[in-house]
């Protein structure tokens, strides 16, 4: 339940072999092979192109402008997990900059997922510190507010529970719930096995409508054809 | 007329060889050709900065959530085509990844303009496949309702018919009526054998106050120096 | 006082070595050395990843829709000087592009920032020109319609008086007033002289708790660890 | 075809008895009947709550800050239309206000829809003249610029045709293109006619699953119930 | 678990009698009463002003621009419950009207929370059935995807599991956990009890400084008094 | 120069009588009467219709979250004033409920203006205590930062002097600077002296066109009229 003012020092992460291969995979594969749920709402973008990370989950609750907690969850990072930090209300300070950052990568953090601000961008793509955010901001905060570590939180609007799998790549960012992290392994493999095959089709010039037998339910549907 | 369940095959095509030349002008230059209309809203954004493109308009309109009509359009696709699709709602759902890309490209598609979400944007960008969108999202979409293609559609604020023209480059993207291709291109030409020497001479330090003659129609709306 | 149709030649500027020394620090430790404050909104943001400026700021004011007043703000230009554009009402129109930049740099501009669109971004690049702004739109402007130059003005929230200094990074825009610039460079370079030492400690896997001795105050505010 | 400059004063109106019809079945009713299409954003909300009117529409298109071709289009206005209004870019400023709803309550107008702000809504509440807009504000606007009236326009996502019926209340702004507003009247009539019988059976706690015979498709979808 | 395809028949609901007391505090005070959390976003507004409601919650999570859940949740509600609703995407549509409503009322739910939009609203405000959405729009759906009745959900930033308390008034909404209502009804009641008194003492002049012995800490913060 | 940690207790006010005369002419007017500037964002709006009010600007800047100042600047109230809030950053938090519009209403104030949000709005309108912010939300807040009082400060992109004329109403909210408040009301006298005889020409259908003398200048520009 959400309550501030704790700190949950024990959790159970999801299992780490299974969490590190979902990497691979990407967002867009794990989320489908999820069943389509999952997902952190589209405005939540990466500082610089090109990472494709996972991680097991380490939660944050932060006070609007204040990110004195940020300072909390350090300790409780172990090597491999994501930070996944959310706001009481809506928040774009910058809550994060080089100097945690580099607390953070000492104690094998993978990423941040924050919804909301962060600053020092450019250090941080010098140091290859991955972060997913709402927005870049240098807006100073304070520490004066307590809030939680490792309770449930809802961040850019999904719900992840401490310990849980994150997926982040370019185009976004994916919570894979422990229980199903290795359920979810398998289904992302069997889906890109077949993909490659799809793809060589396609390439050849095979319509989608043909390779997936479309034709005939879009007719059932209603579908015309006019000249 | 707008109506769904609808695919239009023959359009009437605004002419290749006028629509190719609309490209190297780009999007700005075209856009004041024009007699400064037919910009899409500045939310779409390339999914990749550099590539600068024109072509022929297929239109496609899709229900929020669902993909299926990206396939029945990309069987209309004709090479030197750019597939404009819009949404009955908004949305911003990610509609098309490299798969469907796989396929465009296989038909001759030059681009992808569409009023929604995209997704494995990184694999899109090494394929160099273009896209234009309002968001980047790894949601998944379904394939159980049916929209049109070739219809007359609103992408982004701006009206599109088929086989109309499409340049998209940083800037964002424009729609030349067919109609008024040939002398969109004459227009979009003489403004650019005019700019250079205007650029040489602003570079120089003459003003544009002075290479323009501004300073006495500024003075007659009432512009006042003070020290 | 904000009033339309005057333009002021004479402005005090801030003291041109210590704002050139402002860039080196960046956004977020200037805002942190005034005692946090003085940011433009974080919808502000650069068009190309990189550059970190500082500079005195001539001001413009301008109609929706009417980048007229950018031509007679260009003569007020002094070399150092970054130009702060608003507009009179919430405008995303492309007030700027590759002529005007042109002219900016023959006076002598280092950087532009708007809060309302650019277009022509990808030749601003090449050129080197820096601009931080709301967004970009290639939609063309109109001269018809007078505003003021080196009046104070609010750009992107945050009030600016002509003269005050600008210091623009990946991080976003800061403003300085003229008067606390000296006093700011100074604290901006105490600041960043501590940080060397932190950031060495934090490397080594010491702990923000620890460094910053918070664990008593955070005990104090109620702060419970569970297991 | 876009183009400014242009006033248009001979139009085809759509047939007013047809179109008086269509206000007693509101905006929800009307874009069913059309087959789901037609609808402006969910931006545009009424200034006041309760008006629910039809009318034939008079397009203008405006430049951002600039009001003047509201007092041209006036002019164009017959007893029985709707004044539908479009900028070039967004724009917020109030380009209407009591002294034109004067003027145009003065022609016979019924409504205005704005993809922009409004003013005086007190005033125009008690005059009870209805106005559609994205926003209100007391932004005042310039006489500088010209724009069109009676073109083809896009106002609020919405193709707008001068002639075309409007249907505008609580629930937003509908758009029926004039060569289909006989046919829309008649599916709407008997879409209503059926609605009675639906609300009957419902408020006596028949479940829509029965009603719309819902539970076999759903079963065939894969829904599954649990305890 | 979020899965898709699921109808849970069983719900453990809080305890009628104290969901039904929290009503009488309102939101705000029960979000204070539960420490601070359990607010939807801001964004969420009654369609009409003036209802304070709690009940227990029937969640579903439909597909976007898909209302066929709506039907299927309408059989899960039991006297006393509000529906609360979440899209797998951020949606507009208007996913409810009068006819769901008449339905609704026959189950005896009190209230709807939905993250997306609704129609219909005059007729809504005069059946009373309150809603509290994301916006208001005649935008039409469909049936033809699947998503889960009473599984937990985020809606509109907070999550939800079945059987916990809403409250909604026209300062937003709040959920309570089944597990604490009980404490929370307490928390709040002793909270409001403890309001009158204060009230008082303000209306008298008492500054809230005082009131609250807030000088003495804000001296220690640093706060100074200049004349 | 905007600076935390201060609050300033002597403050120059705008000539009382000029300022309450402000209230009856309205935001739009005394806006245009002021040469069309010093609006604030049209996202300012009453919680509930009809209040019209002037009064003399108390200023307060506050942390994100963080409601403290609210009770340090009730003592610097002096009847007549309208309290201006901003914060240091974006926030949506519910900064001011009943409890403290009683004591801001003990102590003479007319308004609140607040760039954030509000909470207990039910009861606001019942005490009939007028408040003009950017939303309407629940969240609690803390007493554990400091602001300023009565320095200069950006609301809702209008800058605000301590002292300052505040005019509010449905069309939004309007700064007039202490300095031109005599001025104002004598321009925004003369304006609506002027609108009587206009509206009456309009009414009885006499065309802005002709009553302003527009057509020349139209034709001046360039406009057209076709059938």
């Given at each position: 339940m959400t309550e501030l003012g704790i700190v949950k020092r024990q959790i159970g992460r999801a299992e780490r072999g299974a969490v590190d291969r979902l990497a691979q995979y990407g967002v867009a594969t794990v989320h489908e092979a999820m069943g389509r749920?999952?997902?952190?709402?589209?405005?939540?973008?990466?500082?610089?192109a090109g990472p494709q990370v996972s991680g097991t989950a380490v939660?944050?609750?932060?006070?609007p402008g204040d990110n004195w907690m940020m300072h909390v969850v350090a300790e409780q990072i172990e090597p491999g997990d994501i930070v996944v930090a959310a706001i009481t209300a809506e928040a774009t300070d910058g809550y994060f900059g080089d100097l945690l950052a580099t607390s953070f990568m000492a104690r094998g953090a993978k990423a941040l997922v924050i919804d909301a601000g962060v600053?020092?961008?450019k250090t941080l793509t010098e140091m290859g510190f991955p972060v997913w955010s709402?927005?870049?901001?240098?807006k100073g905060t304070v520490k004066a507010t307590i809030g939680s570590v490792n309770i449930p939180i809802v961040c850019a609007g999904a719900a992840v529970d401490p310990g849980d799998a994150i997926v982040a790549d370019d185009d976004g960012v994916v919570v894979v719930p422990a229980a199903i992290v290795q359920r979810t392994v398998e289904a992302a493999a069997a889906r890109e096995a077949n993909e490659g095959a799809k793809r060589a089709k396609l390439?050849?010039?095979?319509?989608?409508?043909?390779?997936?037998e479309m034709r005939e339910p879009l007719a059932r549907a209603g579908l015309k054809y006019i000249d």
């Open positions: 749920v999952g997902l952190m709402k589209p405005y939540m973008r990466p500082i610089y939660t944050v609750l932060l006070h600053r020092d961008v709402k927005c870049i901001s240098a390439a050849s010039g095979v319509l989608g409508l043909d390779l997936y």
